[in-house]
């Protein structure tokens, strides 16, 4: 079991930054690929990024790519989530998620835990 907090979220203006971070419980944090995702108002929970288990290997959604970072911490069961130039387009709830795999996927499905979500908006 996984339990996934995420922090960070809030109100930034566009073209601003914003860092999200995600704790995770448990003593095998290392053995899970991690992931984010968003949801719009009236829209799917689309794919963000995702990170394999030991950091070396990322994924990105081709809208955020160049933008945004995902990193973690295995020591400090952490995963990040570094957002610049902030567009009103990535206004959202971001979810952290947690995969029982080496490497990430971009599919939802393929993602056992979840956490509450927060909210992040971005004004022009």
């Known amino acids: 079991q996984v339990q996934l907090v995420e922090s960070g979220g809030g109100l930034v203006q566009a073209g601003g930054s914003l860092r999200l971070s995600c704790a995770a419980s448990?003593?095998?944090?290392?053995?899970?690929?991690m992931g984010w995702f968003r949801q719009a108002p009236g829209k799917e929970r689309e794919f963000v990024s995702a990170?394999?288990?030991?950091?070396?290997?990322?994924y990105y959604a081709d809208s955020v790519k160049g933008r945004f970072t995902i990193s973690r911490d295995n020591v400090k069961n952490m995963v990040y989530l570094q957002m610049s130039s902030l567009k009103p387009e990535d206004t959202a709830v971001y979810y952290c998620?947690?995969?029982?795999?080496?490497?990430?996927?971009?599919?939802?499905?393929?993602?056992?835990?979840w956490g509450q979500g927060m909210q992040v908006t971005v004004s022009s």
């Open positions: 448990g003593r095998t944090f290392s053995s899970y690929a």
């Open positions: 998620a947690a995969r029982h795999y080496d490497s990430g996927s971009y599919s939802r499905y393929e993602y056992e835990y």
């Open positions: 990170i394999n288990w030991s950091g070396g290997i990322t």
